[in-house]
């Protein structure tokens, strides 16, 4: 089945430990993005590639750096986690077609911060 | 700015009716999409209207009205698997990343 795939699913890392989540889609989707979610809040955009362009949100820290080496993959970094920083990340993927702009998402990977 | 509110928690019984608001105020308008998300896992899509009036998908059924940025999600003949939250998101222009709002935390009660 298409579908979009994230690795690991949970993620423990120490404070001031580089970490970089990874995600895979097989729809050939030409959109994907990253989102974090905290607890009982929305899903926060951090940045979005369509194809090889990167978009970066405004409010997105610097600790916070993404490569998309193809179409399939996409990795999260984060250079230096804090304690703020634990969340839940999600990967979503999406055609670049009028008419389909439904966004899939991955199951995420939860990251914990010690 | 974008804006995007809904309540924050609602119960309902095992096979009632529930409607779950939304309203928004974007900078723009092209499609409004109602995800759910059960604790821990990822959103996973119901429903898109772009158009206004009601799209039915089931049990399931979303209504949207441009003019007054509002949305509704109407859930039919409760289970208590629906028991999870529903995100409203908006999506401003174009294929622009989708806004969301919190999320209406469902709780479905025997």
């Known amino acids: 089945d298409a579908m979009v795939i994230q690795n690991p699913r949970y993620q423990v890392t120490q404070f001031g430990k580089p970490v970089t989540l990874s995600c895979s889609q097989t729809l050939n989707h030409n959109v994907m993005y990253w989102y974090q979610q905290k607890s009982s809040q929305a899903p926060k955009l951090l940045f979005h590639y369509y194809d090889k362009d990167f978009n970066n949100e405004a409010d997105t820290p610097d600790n916070f750096q993404s490569r998309r080496p193809n179409t399939s993959f996409c990795f999260l970094d984060i250079r230096s986690p804090g304690l703020g920083d634990a969340a839940m990340y999600l990967c979503?993927?999406?055609?670049?077609?009028?008419?389909?702009?439904?966004?899939?998402f991955g199951p995420g990977t939860r990251l914990l911060v010690l | 700015g974008q804006n995007i509110d809904q309540p924050t928690e609602m119960t309902a019984t095992e096979g009632a009716i529930v409607q779950i608001n939304c309203t928004y105020q974007?900078?723009?308008?092209?499609?409004l999409f109602w995800y759910q998300q059960h604790a821990g896992e990822a959103p996973t899509f119901l429903s898109y209207?772009?158009?206004?009036g009601l799209e039915e998908k089931g049990r399931f059924s979303s209504f949207l009205s441009r003019s007054k940025g509002y949305s509704y999600l109407l859930l039919k003949e409760l289970q208590m698997k629906d028991s999870a939250s529903y995100l409203c998101?908006?999506?401003?222009?174009?294929?622009?990343?989708?806004?969301f709002g919190k999320g209406t935390r469902l709780s479905v009660i025997a």
């Open positions: 209207n772009v158009l206004d």
């Open positions: 979503a993927t999406s055609p670049r077609r009028r008419g389909e702009e439904t966004q899939y």
């Open positions: 998101a908006v999506r401003a222009s174009g294929n622009t990343p989708l806004v």
């Open positions: 974007t900078s723009g308008f092209n499609g």
